[in-house]
């Protein structure tokens, strides 16, 4: 599959890797894909993150702030964090007391001291859903576009800072494969 890549995507890859050993990650998740994707330049994704406002740093900055908290929050989405809310329980709380006895970050996955880190299970369904977003869109490589587009689609933390910030599927649909346009026609 990776042979199908175009360079912006397996820039994207090796950023992903990159982001992960910054933040010495036990494995390379769709956070550290979607950070790599955030940091392109030049390529169709970056063109649609444009062309829906979402390329400035500020944006980006509260995309990555979002993941970050995500992750503190061992993977828990706003949504699974509202849910629990709905029972009693408060995950910020619960956070903020396990850190206080464990330190920052105790919730967000070991941390790997070396060797090549691994791509974790969403991650490796990414990599496969943008395939199938190629193919879709009847695409012969697959571009960094398309793992933007498989962020997007996928439910999750990647999905949900995306879509905070105007970028969902349909939106890049309309820019990525109408005419470049952001706005409904």
Do not use: C, N, W
């Not at 392109?40 to 979002?66: M, N, P, V, W, Y």
């Not at 929050?73 to 903020?96: F, K, N, T, Y």
């Not at 496969?128 to 012969?140: F, G, I, N, Q, T």
């Amino acid at each position: 599959m990776f042979e199908r890549f175009t360079k912006g995507a397996r820039d994207v890859v090796k950023g992903a890797y990159v982001h992960a050993e910054r933040e010495r990650a036990p494995h390379v998740d769709e956070g550290h894909l979607l950070l790599a994707v955030l940091d392109a330049r030049g390529t169709r994704g970056s063109f649609a993150l444009g062309a829906l406002g979402a390329d400035t740093a500020g944006k980006r900055a509260s995309i990555g702030e979002a993941l970050l908290t995500a992750r503190r929050r061992a993977g828990l989405s706003q949504a699974d964090a509202e849910a629990l809310a709905g029972l009693g329980i408060d995950v910020d709380e619960v956070v903020a007391r396990v850190e206080e006895a464990h330190g920052v970050g105790a919730l967000s996955g070991g941390r790997r001291l070396g060797g090549r880190r691994p791509f974790a299970k969403g991650a490796k369904g990414v990599l496969e859903s943008s395939l199938r977003m190629a193919l879709a869109h009847h695409d012969r490589a697959i571009g960094d576009e398309h793992l933007l587009l498989a962020l997007a689609t996928r439910p999750g933390i990647t999905s949900e800072a995306l879509a905070a910030h105007g970028v969902t599927v349909p939106a890049l649909e309309r820019v990525l494969y109408a005419g470049g346009e952001a706005a409904a026609s």
